[in-house]
C-alpha cells in the first residue's frame, strides 16, 4: 500500500520531468495526431474591430474553422442563398449554399451533375442519364422481360423431317444477356444466332432455348418441336425371267 501511494505522487514528478527532457518528441506528436480547433463558431461569422472586420471560414485543408484575415473595407456583397447547407435542385442536378470565398456573403456552389439529393430510384422519372434503367430502377423506367423465338427451318413447328437430314435452327431473344440450349441440344448460346444440326436419330426432338436478364432472375423460354421419320424402304426391282 505504501508503495502504491508513493508511485502516484512521484508520476507527476517524472512525467513533467519527461516532457522538460524531451520537447521535440511531444511536438512530433502533436503534429501526427493532426487535431485542431475551431477559432470562429461557424461559417460566416462576422467580427468587427474599429473599421476593420474578418469573416469565419474553412480556409486551409483540415475540418475547422479560421478566421480570415482583417479588412478594412465595410463587406459590399449581398448573400445569394438563405443559409449554409441551403441545398436546391434543378433536375438531377443540384448546389448547395456556403460561404465560399473570403468575404461575408453566402453563395451557392457550382451545379453538380446527377445530385444524389436530386434523383432517387422511386421518383417516378427514368434518370438513364444518371444510371437507371430498366435492370437497376424498373419502377422508374418499366421493366422489360426477356423473350425469345425460336424456329426450325424458318418453321415455329413442328415439323416433319427424315433421318439424316440436317435442320437449321435460328433463334432471336430481346432484353437478355445470356442464353441457354436444352432438351435435345445444350450449351451456352449467343442472344441471337443459327446453328445446323444433323438428325440421327428417329425421334420427336425439342430444343428449347431460355434466356435471361441482366438480373439473371427474370427468363423468356422458346420451344421448337422436329419429328424425324425413317427413311423409306428402297425398292430394287429386277427384270423377270421367263421359263418355257
Known amino acids: 500500500m505504501k508503495l502504491n501511494k508513493l508511485n502516484k505522487k512521484l508520476f507527476p514528478v517524472i512525467l513533467a520531468g519527461f516532457l522538460l527532457v524531451q ?20 461559417v460566416g461569422q462576422t467580427q468587427t474591430s474599429g473599421d476593420s472586420y474578418r469573416v469565419c471560414g474553412d480556409y486551409d485543408s483540415d475540418c475547422c474553422y479560421e478566421w480570415s484575415q482583417w479588412y478594412t473595407n465595410p463587406p459590399t456583397c449581398a448573400d445569394e442563398c438563405a443559409y449554409v447547407g441551403q441545398h ?5 442536378s443540384g448546389r448547395t449554399c456556403s460561404n465560399y470565398d473570403s468575404d461575408c456573403c ?29 435492370f437497376n430502377c424498373p419502377e422508374d423506367c418499366g421493366y422489360l422481360a426477356p423473350s425469345v423465338d425460336i424456329k426450325a427451318n424458318d418453321s415455329n ?7 439424316k437430314d440436317n435442320i437449321i ?32 436419330e428417329v425421334k420427336t426432338n425439342t430444343f428449347t432455348l431460355t434466356c435471361k ?15 424425324v421419320t425413317p427413311n423409306p424402304p428402297v425398292v430394287i426391282t429386277k427384270p423377270a425371267i421367263v421359263t418355257y
Open 23 to 42: 520537447p521535440f518528441s511531444v511536438l512530433a506528436l502533436i503534429d501526427v495526431t493532426g487535431t485542431c480547433a475551431d477559432e470562429c463558431a461557424y
Open 88 to 92: 436546391e435542385c434543378s433536375g438531377t
Open 106 to 134: 453566402y453563395e451557392w456552389s457550382s451545379w453538380q451533375s446527377c445530385d444524389s439529393q436530386c434523383y432517387y430510384c422511386g421518383d417516378g422519372t427514368c434518370n438513364s442519364s444518371c444510371g437507371e434503367t430498366s
Open 157 to 163: 413447328g413442328p415439323i416433319t423431317v427424315s433421318y
Open 169 to 200: 435452327l435460328s433463334w432471336t431473344s430481346e432484353n437478355s444477356v445470356s442464353c441457354q440450349a436444352s432438351g435435345d441440344w445444350s450449351g451456352t448460346k449467343a442472344i441471337s444466332g443459327s446453328q445446323t444440326i444433323q438428325m440421327n
Open 213 to 227: 436478364d441482366a438480373t439473371e432472375i427474370k427468363t423468356g423460354t422458346d420451344s421448337v418441336t422436329v419429328i
